[in-house]
């Protein structure tokens, strides 16, 4: 079937993004060190700021978030750092970790099952830490883990510096990075903000700021320290991608102009989800830790889920199947994007007219 634009997308990411924000960042170019650049990039801060929900300087950086998780742990562990693994993207921090020549250990897991704090809590009472790593949400597993109270744990132990992929959380739930006391948040622009990929947006306190200057190799591209210097004066240390950054400002309008309702919306597709799976297949994640940024569906009908996606796009939509071990014997439907209610409510009517043939 030819369809004349691509399926929408309620993949984990990236999602879609509506027209009028597309055509954001179809402005004319500025240069990066201009005055118009200056004017574009202090309000973009100053709603990060609120959207982050603190007062630490938020940075941009042309880049995926994976970037940005190396970037965090080059600057804010000398020695060692507990890595939280509960699923695909959470083992990716701590083969970045590994990489960079720092001793990890690993907290594991069973996937589905969310991070617990009397877990870390236990951790950290056996060895000294510089940091924990912790993915608010897998991606992989559709798990949620419990951010304020890990985060309190984290915060009770002296020098430890909490660092939290937020990736598929950010701008999907609230997150208080100030109150939790979260020393670098990360989040990519292709997840909850539903722009295009190629931004990382990401908090930095000022215990991380002071554990960067203790560090001697923390990097080029990813020095934090250049980073926030950089955007106290509204610039970057490097070329930014500024087409994005117009896009970036005018969904951060949007969310600042009804941020209840931005929420309250994916909520509801949540919602919507949760209760078709349940009603035709069942849910991956361990009750409780559902994921409000997607919902990982166990495959108990056992359909090809391949098969689900071929249909799915002649319908001119498109679905995720599950992740690595988890592929065919789960899938994934996302929640973020713009793709309103009524229009989820389509794709799970087809997935559900599919596993019924």
């Given at each position: 079937?030819?369809?004349?634009?691509?399926?929408?997308?309620?993949?984990?990411?990236?999602v879609e993004v509506e027209p009028e924000i597309l055509q954001a960042g179809a402005q004319p170019m500025i240069g990066h060190r201009d005055e118009e650049f200056l004017?574009?990039?202090a309000p973009v801060h100053d709603m990060l700021k609120k959207v982050f929900r603190t007062e630490d300087p938020v940075c941009i950086a042309t880049s995926s978030a994976t970037g940005v998780m190396e970037a965090a742990v080059r600057n804010c562990v000398r020695e060692r750092v507990l890595c939280c693994v509960n699923g695909a993207f959470s083992e990716r921090w701590h083969e970045i970790c590994t990489s960079n020549g720092l001793a990890a250990d690993?907290?594991?897991?069973?996937?589905?099952?969310?991070?617990?704090p009397e877990a870390v809590k236990r951790a950290l009472a056996e060895k000294r830490y510089d940091a924990v790593t912790l993915v608010h949400n897998e991606t992989s597993t559709g798990v949620m883990s419990p951010l304020a109270e890990i985060a309190a744990v984290v915060k009770s132990t002296p020098e430890v510096l909490l660092l939290v992929d937020a990736v598929t959380s950010f701008a999907v739930v609230p997150i208080e990075t100030a109150k939790l006391r979260?020393?670098?948040?990360?989040?990519?622009?292709?997840?909850?903000?539903?722009?295009?990929?190629?931004?990382?947006?990401?908090?930095v306190s000022k215990p991380a700021l002071e554990r960067a200057k203790?560090?001697?190799?923390?990097?080029?591209?990813?020095?934090?320290?250049?980073?926030?210097?950089?955007?106290?004066?509204?610039?970057?240390?490097?070329?930014?991608?500024?087409?994005?950054?117009?896009?970036?400002?005018?969904?951060?309008?949007?969310?600042?102009?009804?941020?209840?309702?931005?929420?309250?919306?994916?909520?509801?597709?949540?919602?919507?989800?949760?209760?078709?799976?349940?009603?035709?297949?069942?849910?991956?994640?361990?009750?409780?830790?559902?994921?409000?940024?997607?919902?990982c569906v166990k495959n108990t009908r056992?359909?090809?889920?391949?098969?689900?996606?071929?249909?799915?796009?002649?319908?001119?939509?498109?679905?995720?199947?599950?992740y690595g071990d988890l592929k065919e014997k789960t899938f994934r439907i996302g929640h973020m994007g713009?793709?309103?209610?009524?229009?989820?409510?389509?794709?799970?009517?087809?997935?559900?007219?599919?596993?019924r043939a």
């Open positions: 079937m030819s369809l004349e634009r691509p399926p929408r997308l309620f993949i984990p990411g990236p004017e574009l990039a690993r907290l594991d897991v069973e996937w589905g099952k969310a991070v617990r979260i020393d670098v948040l990360l989040a990519g622009s292709q997840k909850g903000l539903a722009l295009p990929p190629g931004l990382a947006v990401f908090s203790q560090v001697k190799n923390r990097g080029t591209y990813g020095d934090f320290i250049a980073i926030v210097k950089g955007q106290a004066k509204n610039q970057t240390p490097n070329t930014p991608a500024v087409s994005l950054i117009y896009a970036l400002a005018r969904r951060l309008r949007g969310i600042l102009a009804d941020e209840a309702g931005w929420y309250r919306e994916h909520q509801a597709r949540a919602d919507l989800t949760r209760k078709w799976a349940r009603e035709h297949f069942a849910i991956f994640p361990e009750a409780g830790f559902e994921s409000v940024s997607l919902t056992g359909i090809s889920v391949e098969g689900l996606n071929r249909f799915l796009r002649d319908h001119g939509m498109l679905i995720s199947n599950g713009a793709n309103p209610v009524a229009i989820h409510k389509e794709l799970l009517d087809l997935i559900a007219e599919f596993a």
